[in-house]
């Protein structure tokens, strides 16, 4: 403003200097107005001053002093110009331009005002600082999704550190070092980490030629062989004669009993596997119905039996081959084995447990179907002493028959027969047992008592079996179960034969839990039975509950050496029992869910009003068609859904002490239920997890360590963030380790 | 007779020595353990009792001080090391380990109302009421040695606001202008004026070290590049609901340590916002609970929480991305607290106060200091974890929440619930019986920005 303003003035006052001139006949009034216009100018001063000519150089020059030389005008852009257009120094295209310019009659616009412009720099500057900063946005996200986050951001990784890298400048200096590391290099040793030259990586790596050319020649031979094995089959399997392919097998056999024999003396552990796969073949023969007379084939030979001998025999070969597949391996070699091997290994089941199959028989449910038939033979073949030449008049005896339901029997029959022999066999065995265990002292016993219980409960069993199988040998029903004598041997053989045979056997075993069958509570024949029927309506859960307490009845010892230990056992029980006398669990359980079911049932409302309609006082009831007619019947309830599952109460009633406990609204960051609860149901603990899961899961979001001043993220942090997302893809687990290392380094660390 | 026994290998079961933990063997299947969701309940709920019977927050009291204490500043290479302004001009030096005040100088007359250490640690910079800046030895001096400033400078009016510069000697200051200091020289090297108001503080960005903001007292926030001759942007903040004789301005400004672009500032409506500086038009949260202005805040340098510090004699931490705080600190005798720092390690608090006295504080109230043993610590981690994963459930959330509030406060709050309440209502009642879309709805968030100047 300063510098406009004179000026104005100056150009103000020469245009009244010359008005003055032109009009000199108002002299007065002209000289008073240049009093007072001198006046005026006076007051102001320094009116007079020349337009200065620069004389000296000064710092700041005023761009609208600047004056046309000599003469009192303005500096036209024209002027500068000119002195442009003729100099040699200026180049021609500058000269057009200047041309162009001076053409031109456009006005330039006037500028922005201050405050305008500098609002148009700060708005650029903030954009620009705003795109500036938001390359830390991958950062920031980077760290909010992040599972944990490891402050200081820029520790150094701790432990001992390479030498190079803790002295810098380190130098090979001792002419001893230097052949050292002369020697390393020359033999491409490496120097900074002692672990493997790169030629021993590349002999590791790869197969010596001697080594694979072995393996190769190994192959080739391999192969080879198999072809020509193949071949060969192929051309055995198309032969088409029955004879050939029997004679081959007879050979078989022999070769294989005869290899079984070597075996048995140069490799016992291979010959013990032959036999155990022998075994197993045995059980799959058992198990499945094969040969077993009871396939298509079968019945249709059963029908033509009676007419055809061939029929008949064939039936008869499965039969035996039945027999032969189901015989127990029992060579010299097993028993030898078993008592050798049996102390020193303990997984082998000691030698009575593997025997008392036989003695199981009784006990065991599963064996009973295969044994129906056998009470109607049981006495004969009693009196008869087992052995090969009673077994072929048997045989021949059956034949004789030639009945059609004899043909069928049949292989029951010889399975029974050499089930007996077994049972002999057993028996013996069984009673050299006995005699070991009593041999070997009630001072053995007492430490031997809880190790051995469930073993000499299992023989017991076995023993019980045996005797009665001796003894009576025709008790039916659960003529297995250790019983005093007594009460089982009511039954009289002619009555188990009138029974139906799976009938006996099933309905008091289904009582009686097979695993503990010593200690059974003895079902009591008849009497059991008799309960049984006039209880068919009871709950099946109440009976049980019941038997729970029968288990307290005292066991009469079958064995002299086992009454001690049982004393102290049922001493024991006794004692439990008596401490949980009162408590009946699941009768409690039972009777507080029929209080509930009663609960939930519908009530009938009797809405009758005594007097209403009719005569009301003492001793009147309202009438029958009345109460009838007011009574109100609510529908019959839904069926509860417990009413299947006998061991549940669901009540699908709300409680209310529970909701205090319960979200009520779903919670922010969960999108559905599903999510919430399943959040809410996958346990944290160590109790349910494994301790890498519990690690992982109970790992905190922010890991300090104590006494480190955390500094503020710098520059690096954005670099190295860009670096690991670049190499995310390539090298994660390269980063994973690295976060690892640094959460097992802040050891001292808490969670903030 | 062969027998058979059950063996154990008794490594799976014998200690090596008796300070290891009995090995307990476990079955993981999902279904032998039909009550895991309501054990863990039961667990989270005890950790949050537990929470609350140990939350004792208050570690120490710092006294020494003839007045106030108006400022705080943080040692940047020590952690032990405090340094505090009081309004009679003095500054005191504190080991924090010891709690005891280590140096003790006359810095200023009047109020000292900045103070700042330099980032190498060797020297601290104090502004104060008698127009002056000095920067000050961070050792004390020796025997025989007086107590005196390395440089002084003579400003022409009062500083008000004092920050210094990441890593380089640059230092700002502001009072009538921001200026932008050169240690090495006398007069700014860079001023800042825009429109004619004070301002109250000034602070560097941690992360984008050019980036600085300002709150002047007409109720706008100000920010600044270094490189840059003008002032960036300004937001104008106002209150909404507040009685309008109230000044509205923000007293201090905070940036997040961690994220280059949020920065936090306390407001005299009781509130503070956490703005993104790029869209400055809303801020992103408004955290609510004080119920007086709001003096002071600091981050935590972890970046994910803050403290600030309020004239209703309480702290509150804050999560950065919560509405409401998690934590209020307040003893019976500390009064309007005007500073307060987060330490640089992020485990405690530092707060002045009118009554004159430093109070350190645990930042996590129920956490056990020192070095834990790892099974103290997963522990730890643990029943954290447990009180996450069940923080819905009511009645943890209730024990969770529950703290005790001095009566003044406790009533305070629920008078401004229930103004809150009523302003809302009526507002509401005004939009239903006018035009629709005559009264818009305005979230909380956009209430109390008034304009963005450019």
Known sequence: ???????????????????????????????????????????????????????????????????????????????????????????????????????????????????????????????????????????????????????????????????????????????????????????????????????????????????????????????????????????????????????????????????????????????????????????????????????????????????????????????????????????????????????????????????????????????????????????????????????????????????????????????????????????????????????????????????????????????????????????????????????????????????????????????????????????????????????????????????????????????????????????????????????????????????????????????????????????????????????????????????????????????????????????????????????????LGRTWNTERTVKKLTMPKVLTQLGTIIQPMTEEELARKKASAAGAGKEDPHKTKDQKRRARKGRHSQKI | MKVKVLSRNPDDYIRETKLDIQRVPRNYDPTLHPFEVAREYTRALNATKLERVFAKPFLASLDGHRDGVNCLAKHTTSLSTLLSGSCDGEVKVWNLSKRECVRTLQAHEGFVRGMVVRFCGTSFFTIGDDKTIKQWKMETPGYGEEEEPLHTILGKTVFTGLDHHQKEGVFATCGQQVDIWDEQRSSPIRSFTWGVDSFSSVSFNPVETELLGSCASDRSIVLYDMRESAPLKKVTNDMDYMDVIMTMRSNTLCWNPMEAYYFTCANEDYNLYTYDMRYLEKPLVVHMDHVSAVLDVDYSPTGQEFVSASFDKTIRIFPKDAGHSREVYHTKRMQHVICIKWSADSKYILSGSDEMNIRLWKANAAEKLGVLAPREREAANYSQKLKEKFQNHPQIRRIARHRHLPKSIYHQTKELRVMKDARRRKEMNVRKHSKPGAVPVVSEKEKHVVTVVK
């Open chain 1, 1 to 683: 403003m300063e510098s406009e303003d004179p000026e104005m003035e100056r150009e103000d006052a020469e245009d009244e200097r010359e008005d003055a001139e032109d009009e000199r006949e108002d002299e007065e009034d002209e000289r008073r107005r240049l009093k007072l216009v001198e006046a005026i100018t006076a007051l102001r001063g320094g009116r007079k001053k020349p337009l200065g000519e620069r004389s000296e150089a000064a710092v700041r020059v005023s761009e609208f002093a600047v004056t046309a030389e000599g003469e009192r005008q303005k500096v036209q852009l024209s002027d500068l110009i000119e002195g442009a257009q003729q100099s040699p120094a200026v180049p021609t295209q500058t000269r057009k331009q200047l041309q162009n310019l001076s053409r031109s009659q456009k006005t330039v616009e006037q500028p922005l005002s201050r405050q305008e412009s500098e609002r148009v720099q700060r708005d650029l500057a903030f954009q620009k600082a705003a795109v500036h900063v938001s390359r830390w946005k991958s950062v920031v996200t980077q760290n909010r999704r992040s599972e944990q986050l490891v402050f200081p951001l820029n520790q150094e990784p701790s432990g001992p550190k390479p030498l190079e890298k803790v002295v810098t400048g380190w130098r090979v200096q001792t002419p001893l070092e230097q052949e050292v590391f002369n020697l390393l290099s020359a033999n491409k040793q490496p120097i900074h980490d002692p672990v493997l030259s790169p030629a021993e990586e590349a002999s590791l790596r790869a197969m010596s030629l001697e080594e694979a050319q072995i393996r190769r020649a190994e192959l080739q031979k391999a192969r080879a062989l198999q072809s020509y094995y193949e071949a060969k089959a192929r051309r055995e399997r198309k032969i088409k004669s029955k004879k050939y392919h029997r004679v081959q097998n007879k050979a078989r056999r022999k070769e294989f009993l005869k290899q079984f024999d070597q075996m048995v003396k140069t490799d016992p552990n291979g010959a013990l596997e032959e036999l155990n796969k022998m075994e197993l073949a045995r059980m799959k023969e058992r198990m499945s119905l094969k040969h077993q007379n009871s396939g298509k084939w079968a019945r249709s030979k059963a029908i033509m039996a009676k007419y055809d001998e061939g029929a008949r025999r064939a039936m008869q070969q499965q039969l035996e081959l039945n027999k032969d597949l189901t015989q127990k391996v029992r060579s010299s070699l097993s028993n030898q084995e078993e008592q050798e091997d049996g102390a020193s290994d303990p997984e082998l089941l000691p030698d009575f447990v593997n025997d008392a199959e036989p003695g199981q028989v009784s006990s065991n449910p599963w064996m009973r179907g295969e044994l129906s038939a056998e009470p109607a033979e049981a006495q004969r073949s009693e009196q008869e002493v087992a052995a090969p030449a009673a077994e072929k008049e048997q045989h021949e005896e059956e034949e004789e028959k030639a009945d059609e339901e004899e043909a069928l029997l049949r292989d029951f029959e010889s399975r029974r027969k050499l089930r007996q022999k077994e049972e002999e066999e057993q028996e013996a065995a069984v009673q050299d047992v006995e005699d070991s265990d009593e041999e070997e002292g009630p001072a053995d016993q007492d430490q031997e008592e809880e190790g051995l219980s469930e073993f000499r409960s299992l023989f017991r069993g076995v023993a019980e079996g045996l005797k009665e199988a001796a003894a009576a040998a025709s008790s039916a029903g659960c003529s297995s179960a250790p019983l005093e004598g007594g009460l089982i041997r009511i039954r009289t053989v002619e009555d188990a034969e009138l029974l139906p045979p799976e009938d006996v056997e099933l309905l008091p075993c289904s009582e009686s839990p097979p695993s503990a069958p010593q200690e059974e509570a003895p079902p009591t024949g008849q009497k059991a039975r008799g309960n049984k029927k006039r209880k068919r309506n009871i709950e099946l859960k109440e009976v049980l509950t019941k038997d729970a307490k029968t288990v307290t009845v005292p066991l009469a010892p079958t064995l002299t050496d086992t009454a001690d230990g049982s004393d102290e056992e049922l001493d024991q029980r006794g004692l439990i029992m008596e401490a949980f006398a009162g408590d009946d669990v699941i009768a409690d359980f039972l009777r507080d869910k029929r209080k509930q079911e009663d609960a939930a049932k519908p009530k009938v409302v009797d809405l009758t009003l005594p007097g209403w309609g009719e005569w009301g006082g003492q001793g009147l009831k309202p009438s029958s068609r009345k109460r009838r007619r007011f009574r109100v019947k609510v529908a019959p309830a839904e069926p509860r859904k417990d009413q299947r599952l006998p061991g549940v109460i669901i009540s699908e009633q709300r409680n209310g002490s529970l909701s205090a406990h319960q979200v009520s609204a779903l919670p922010f960051p969960f999108e559905n239920h599903a999510q919430f609860e399943s959040a809410v149901r996958t346990p």
